[in-house]
């Protein structure tokens, strides 16, 4: 099993920035695959963006150039600073945990609310 933790939500004028956290705890696999997913109100649950354990990234069309994706292995986290928020990127923030050993995990997920 594998626990996820996000933070960093919240309300923020657009033009704004946030940075969200997720923190990873329990049985980490080796070649974990972490990422970032949203869902609006009445839509699907979207991938943002990715980023392997080599740190090989990979961002929706909609967030390059703004959003930015890392992680610390050494402390299990992964991180999303997003610059330049739009009202549009308004969601539930949800970190995933995957990988070719097991099934995928999920955070509780982080509102984020982008107003105009």
């Known amino acids: 099993q594998v626990q996820l933790v996000e933070s960093g939500g919240g309300l923020v004028q657009a033009g704004g920035s946030l940075r969200l956290s997720c923190a990873a705890s329990g049985s980490i696999r080796s070649d974990n695959y972490m990422a970032w997913y949203r869902q609006a109100p009445g839509k699907q649950r979207v991938l943002v963006a990715g980023i392997t354990r080599e740190g090989i990234t990979d961002y929706a069309a909609s967030v390059k150039g703004r959003f930015t994706i890392s992680r610390d292995n050494a402390k299990n986290t992964v991180y999303l600073q997003m610059n330049s928020l739009k009202t549009e990127d308004t969601a539930v923030y949800y970190c995933?945990?995957?990988?070719?050993?097991?099934?995928?995990?999920w955070g509780q997920g982080t509102q984020v609310t982008v107003s105009s």
């Open positions: 995933m945990d995957g990988s070719s050993y097991g099934p995928a995990y």
